[in-house]
């Protein structure tokens, strides 16, 4: 069972870039469609990004122009880069990893979650 670790959240200021970094253990990253999601207070986990098995790439629409996902097979890791970061991103990133095939957006799909980093954004 692959295991995912987030890094790389913290707190910037609106114009901003982060990196998030999403690392696998128990099994390679290759193999699973990898996705991020956010979840900001009071609100309901929205999906952000996601890196196909195949390397195909979709982007939420409130983030497209904005973010990109990547990944580094040889360091078992996926990123997502946030530029031009706004108040509205700040939430909680998660990344998830499934096997099954369907919605790419449907967080039911995905069976493995990483812990989650913070993202703050401050205008």
């Known amino acids: 069972q692959v295991q995912l670790v987030e890094s790389g959240g913290g707190s910037v200021q609106a114009g901003d870039s982060l990196r998030l970094s999403c690392a696998a253990s128990?099994?390679?990253?290759?193999?699973?469609?990898l996705g991020w999601f956010r979840q900001a207070p009071g609100k309901d986990r929205e999906f952000v990004a996601m890196i196909s098995r195949g390397g195909t790439k979709y982007l939420g629409d409130s983030v497209k122009g904005r973010f990109t996902v990547t990944r580094d097979s040889a360091k078992n890791i996926v990123n997502l880069q946030m530029n031009s970061l706004k108040p509205e991103d700040t939430a909680v990133y998660y990344c998830?990893?499934?096997?099954?095939?369907?919605?790419?957006?449907?967080?039911?799909?995905?069976?493995?979650w990483g812990q989650g980093t913070q993202v703050t954004v401050s205008s």
């Open positions: 998830a990893a499934r096997l099954e095939y369907g919605l790419i957006s449907d967080e039911q799909l995905y069976d493995t």
């Open positions: 128990g099994g390679a990253l290759n193999r699973y469609d």
